[in-house]
């Protein structure tokens, strides 16, 4: 069954360093996602985007975030400064049409900002 | 702002026992309800969903049961299963959005 697949798993990085998370979504799929959970909380959504460009974000998603589809495959979220509330377990996720509900999410990578 | 909550952080259930789950929501906006389940080191997965316009859907051992009236919606699984033990999620998407509000979720463990 085709997934979606984050690297790395883990992410440990310096208080104001960047750092580029990696999603290959399912191949036919369309719209893409991030979330995050941090530990204890809900999983929170971040950004959506479609046929390259965001189609919605949210308040957390600012100015230190972007996201690319560099390629046919990849979709990146980039935080250009990390934060020491970064640190989060990053979810992405993908569908194959507009407003599916039924999201495919990968495994997560695991942010910590020290 | 919790729009959706699940106040029961953890559930304890025998095997063949029914689990229960439960959780509310404020938004009156929202116009589908769904149920994922999380496996440690794994991303959610999709177990069931309800759309505003039913109060009822059945998948097998699971059951989902929406009340509009009192912004409630349960996820029903007879009999719990010990492979059922992970943290469900309650989750409701906006008519006006493109996004899923989820909840805090709530760990279920089945013992045999």
């Known amino acids: 069954e085709p997934e979606v697949t984050q690297t790395p798993s883990h992410q440990v990085t310096q208080m104001g360093q960047e750092v580029i998370l990696r999603c290959v979504p399912i191949?036919?799929?369309?719209?893409f996602y991030w979330y995050r959970q941090i530990l204890g909380q809900k999983v929170e959504f971040l950004v959506s985007?479609?046929?390259?460009?965001?189609?919605?974000k949210s308040e957390i998603f600012d100015d230190q975030f972007s996201v690319e589809r560099p390629d046919g495959s990849n979709f990146t979220l980039k935080i250009r400064s990390t934060k020491l509330e970064d640190s989060a377990m990053y979810f992405c996720?993908?569908?194959?049409?507009?407003?599916?509900?039924?999201?495919?999410f990968g495994s997560g990578t695991q942010l910590s900002v020290l | 702002d919790q729009q959706v909550k699940q106040n029961s952080p953890s559930l304890s259930v025998q095997e063949g026992r029914i689990s229960i789950l439960n959780c509310d929501y404020t938004?009156?906006?929202?116009?589908?309800f769904l149920w994922y389940k999380k496996y440690p080191a794994e991303g959610p997965t999709f177990l069931i969903s309800?759309?505003?316009?039913?109060d009822k859907n059945e998948d097998g051992r699971f059951t989902v049961f929406l009340n509009k009236s009192a912004k409630h919606l349960s996820l029903h699984i007879v009999p719990s299963q010990p492979g059922d033990s992970a943290v469900y999620f309650c989750?409701?998407?906006?008519?006006?959005?493109?996004?899923?509000?989820f909840g805090t979720g709530t760990r279920l463990q089945v013992f045999p």
């Open positions: 996720a993908s569908s194959p049409w507009d407003r599916n509900e039924k999201l495919f």
């Open positions: 191949s036919n799929h369309l719209y």
């Open positions: 985007f479609y046929n390259n460009e965001i189609s919605e």
């Open positions: 938004n009156s906006m929202f116009d589908y």
């Open positions: 309800i759309s505003s316009i039913k």
């Open positions: 989750a409701a998407r906006d008519v006006n959005t493109d996004k899923l509000i």
